[in-house]
């Protein structure tokens, strides 16, 4: 069981007691349950305490569960709340740590809240793509306000409880105690203090209502429409909680049941608690336990102050760690400086940053432009010119000078890490950082694990990219690792389908209203179109027989890279952003489509679609089998924090299981039979084929 039961005096107390978070799966509930029938039985009991052990109150509904028999069976949250407010004696909720979800409407069903000061309390289900589904639509708004509870049911946001306490005329809590460690005694003499009360206070019976509630609700709607395109969920809570003003309790609780029972099974929801299982399981590393020693990291380095490197230092500078950052010459450093400076006064002027941490960050920041004085640092990262003698510069030189222990990681996109590692006498402490541009904004981390990198390196980088609050993925050594690896043959496809008949802004369209932040040719702008034409140079000699489409070459020779140059596949005015069509680029298009016979045909976006979409999930069925990346979730990761692939579908994988993994590869023997395609490309790969042929999922 997973709650415990003890007495003290003559308060029972039941303890959740289902690390790490209490969440309340099954045996939890039946753990409460069982607990308030002995105390219900027990003469000598006159009140009822329910805490948690640990670092939490509650998390919520165990998501773990979800999907499983367990997460309907009796009794399932509904009932244990029924228990609660159908007790005998009252039920006093000890609240501390995080209150969230299943966690808090549990309290909400009790006849009392005790409340620790610094406690997180929210109902983030909406960021599972579900609303609460024990009664918080209908609880929270009769305790705190319509208004204040729609905000954080719509938002998922968590609030401290010491903010709450001050709301006017709240009745969430019934005490907020002084700390955190005087909760316990306090709740024991709450619970003693209400023993007698008859008939005992129920949320359910406080009124709920809205003076002017159609107007609201209506604003409200028009509110969360903006904000949530592709998610059915927010609109949702509102209806939920107009609901609690109009309906009976009852009728409301119905209600909400309902809705929650019906987006449980939406794709969205499915793919976003895959998601948010997905992002903690990429932390773990198979053969890493998470009780791996770990170095320290208190000072770091950066090799090379540009876009890339002045980036990487904000993300430390950030979580308050000094940064020396290394340049061969003096104007190349205060170049990156006054970069950094641009960028966090731009965050001042937003007033997304205060004046005295900015000056607290920079003063964290030195420089210098010789290697000796980056001997004391505990990781440096080399963000330098792309090219392997480069690099072999650069590690020698660190493996000179920086101390024994260190950690020398690289920047590197596409270079063999293994390579880099053997620059240097000290393979083992070389790791692959791939920091996603903007290094500074994007969540993503690849981190590239060498053939002799150490496991207490990869557990320190993994436990560091949490300090700086990225999202870390590990990948074996190949080229691209596994996000730009599944780019190339995205970009393949993607130019195969300007040869048969699209514009550039039709295929971006199409990728874009399925969800993507950005079509493959506003990307190529972006990043750069002379990097795919470098890659592409390089391939010409690696693999002289692979097919390419010309077009994207005929563009750079134009001189037409993108954003940077202000003209790519689309035109750019200065400083700004949008992309404009070019009639000169769809004319060239159209001459090298007639240059190789090809008459045009009109593609449909959903061909567009799953030409694009599944070219990444078949080179990821590669990369999964060849062990590159650990688990089909870690490549989920990857595309939806670090190239923009769409949450709502979870990830290329994720959405691969979603439409069916035979479907998928249906597909794909229908796209081998276009001529103007490349019939190996849409050859599956053994484990798609396998998984598909088996009827199973990616795993
Ligand atoms: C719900 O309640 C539905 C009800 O309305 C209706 C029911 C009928 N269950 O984030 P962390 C695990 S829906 C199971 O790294 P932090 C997590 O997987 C639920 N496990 O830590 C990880 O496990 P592992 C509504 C959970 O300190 C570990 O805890 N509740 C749950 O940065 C640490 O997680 C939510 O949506 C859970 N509910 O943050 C709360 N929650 O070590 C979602 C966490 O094996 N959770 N885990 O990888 C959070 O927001 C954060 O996890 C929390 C801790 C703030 C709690």
Known sequence: ????????????????????????????????VDGLEQANADGAVKSIVITGAGGAFSGGADIKEFGTDKAMQEPNLNSVIA???????????AIHSVAMGGG???????HYRVA????????????????????????LPRVIGVEPALNMIVSGEAIKSEMLAMLPGQKLFDKLVDSPEALAAEALAFAQSVADVRPMPLVRNLPCKHPEGDAYFQFARNMVKGMSKNFPAPAKCVDAVEAATKKKFADGLATEREIFINLMWTAESRSLRHLFLAERAASKIPDVPSDTPKRDIKAVAVIGAGTMGGGIAMNFLNAGIPVKMLEMKQEALDRGIATIRKNYEAQVAKKKLKQDKYEQR??????TLSYDDLKDADLVIEAVFEEIGVKEAVFKQLDAVMKPGAILASNTSTLDVNKIANFTQRPQDVVGLHFFSPANVMKLLEVVRGAATAKDVLATVMAMAKKIKKTAVVSGVCDGFIGNRMIEQYSRQAGFLLDEGCTPAQVDKAVEKFGFAMGPFRMGDLAGNDIGWAIRKRRAIEQPGMKYSKTADLLCEKGR????????????????????????????????RASLGITPRKISDEEIVQRLVFSLVNEAAYILEEGIANKA??????????????VHRGGP??????????????????????????AAFWKPAPLLAKLAAEGKNFQ
């Open 83 to 93: 228990a609660i407010e159908n007790s005998d004696k009252p039920v006093v909720a």
């Open 561 to 592: 890279y993108g954003q940077k140059t202000g003209a790519g596949w689309y035109d750019y005015v200065p400083g700004k952003r949008d992309a404009i069509p070019n009639a000169e680029v769809v004319k060239m298009i159209e001459d090298h």
């Open 633 to 646: 979730s870690d490549i989920d990761v990857v595309y939806i924090f670090g190239y923009g692939f769409p």
């Open 104 to 110: 808090l409407e549990l309290a909400l069903g009790c």
């Open 653 to 678: 994988l994720n959405y691969a299981n979603e439409v069916g993994l035979f479907n998928v590869v249906q597909a794909m023997k229908r796209f081998a039979k276009n001529p103007l395609d490349d």
């Open 116 to 139: 620790a000061p610094g406690c997180s309390v929210a109902l983030p289900e909406v960021k599972l793509g579900i609303l609460p589904g024990a009664g918080g639509t209908q609880r």
């Open 1 to 32: 069981m997973t709650a415990e039961y003890k007495v003290h005096g003559n308060v029972a107390v039941i303890t959740l007691a289902n690390p790490p978070v209490n969440g309340l799966g099954l045996s939890t509930r039946q753990g409460i």
């Open 362 to 367: 920079m003063a964290l920041l030195s420089t």
